[in-house]
């Protein structure tokens, strides 16, 4: 069966007319995110080079001491808060909100099983949006390490939370899995892995490895920007994945996707 595919016209309970609509290249929206991830990527590398060249750590960093470029870059810094690389991020996990609330709307419009799971996809994508925005998982760090007495592994405590929200969010998706075409499946449980191990399985790592990241630095700022990396390929392809499933849709669309 083919991603995309469209429903009979029977089938659809509304047409927009075609001179009505705006229209959306999947393929082409979906790349352009890719490149403009690939720069911001490219740019905070360079930057964090730059302060590693300058004497400073991330943990050391006095930015009035840095060159002007230098100062820019950092405004890239994908590992950061409140940079162009944090904004990136959290407009595209946005956009994905944005299609599920869409996909959603028209699921329980014509009275599909899963609606409410694609609806309830949509609200934990605008927390992560939030979250990837102002850093809220960072404020829970200290008060959970201090709680549970967490080190290693699990020395950002927050993962501990966040491991069992997910847990339980994959377990009560897993009808709504079954339930999908196998090549979205496939799409779908990619992409989260693609997320999860970069957000997740890399901040475990990063703490139990902290000792040594210490040591070296060049290899903490390759690892943290695989991390990102790792999460954006995620994001990209979750997001590719739902515009292909919401194009069965694209006679009911006022912005028309091909």
């Given at each position: 069966?083919q991603l995309g595919g469209r429903r009979?016209?029977?089938?659809?309970?509304?047409?927009?007319?075609?001179?009505?609509?705006?229209?959306?290249?999947?393929?082409?929206?979906?790349?352009?995110?890719?490149?403009?991830?690939?720069?911001?990527?490219?740019?905070?590398?360079?930057?964090?080079?730059?302060?590693?060249?300058?004497?400073?750590?991330?943990q050391t960093l006095v930015v009035d001491?840095?060159?002007?470029?230098?100062?820019?870059?950092?405004?890239?810094?994908?590992?950061?808060?409140?940079?162009?690389?944090?904004?990136?991020?959290?407009?595209?996990?946005?956009?994905?909100?944005?299609?599920?609330?869409?996909?959603?709307?028209?699921?329980?419009?014509?009275?599909?099983?899963?609606?409410?799971?694609?609806?309830?996809?949509?609200?934990?994508?605008?927390?992560?949006?939030?979250?990837?925005?102002?850093?809220?998982?960072?404020?829970?760090?200290?008060?959970?390490?201090?709680?549970?007495?967490?080190?290693?592994?699990?020395?950002y405590a927050w993962v501990i939370p966040?491991?069992?929200?997910?847990?339980?969010?994959?377990?009560?998706?897993?009808?709504?899995?079954?339930?999908?075409?196998?090549?979205?499946?496939?799409?779908?449980?990619?992409?989260?892995?693609?997320?999860?191990?970069?957000?997740?399985?890399?901040?475990?790592?990063?703490?139990?490895?902290?000792?040594?990241?210490?040591?070296?630095?060049?290899?903490?700022?390759?690892?943290?920007?695989?991390?990102?990396?790792?999460?954006?390929?995620?994001?990209?392809?979750?997001?590719?994945?739902?515009?292909?499933?919401?194009?069965?849709?694209?006679?009911?669309?006022?912005?028309?996707?091909?």
């Amino acid at each position: 069966m083919q991603l995309g595919g469209r429903r009979d016209a029977a089938q659809r309970p509304y047409a927009v007319p075609a001179d009505a609509a705006f229209r959306l290249d999947v393929a082409a929206t979906v790349l352009a995110l890719a490149a403009a991830a690939v720069l911001v990527q490219a740019l905070s590398l360079i930057g964090a080079l730059a302060v590693l060249d300058a004497g400073f750590t991330r943990q050391t960093l006095v930015v009035d001491e840095l060159p002007k470029l230098t100062k820019l870059l950092l405004k890239f810094d994908v590992g950061g808060e409140q940079t162009v690389g944090a904004w990136l991020s959290s407009v595209m996990l946005m956009l994905c909100a944005l299609v599920l609330l869409y996909i959603g709307a028209m699921e329980r419009q014509r009275g599909a099983s899963y609606a409410r799971h694609w609806l309830g996809l949509s609200v934990i994508f605008v927390g992560l949006s939030m979250d990837k925005a102002v850093g809220l998982h960072e404020m829970t760090i200290n008060p959970l390490r201090e709680m549970f007495g967490t080190s290693g592994f699990f020395l950002y405590a927050w993962v501990i939370p966040a491991t069992g929200f997910v847990a339980l969010v994959g377990l009560a998706y897993l009808g709504f899995l079954r339930h999908l075409e196998p090549a979205f499946r496939v799409l779908f449980v990619l992409a989260g892995a693609l997320f999860v191990g970069g957000a997740l399985g890399f901040e475990m790592v990063e703490g139990e490895l902290v000792d040594f990241y210490a040591r070296h630095l060049l290899i903490y700022e390759a690892a943290m920007h695989l991390e990102d990396a790792l999460e954006s390929a995620g994001e990209l392809l979750f997001l590719y994945g739902l515009l292909l499933y919401a194009r069965r849709h694209e006679r009911d669309l006022i912005i028309r996707l091909r």
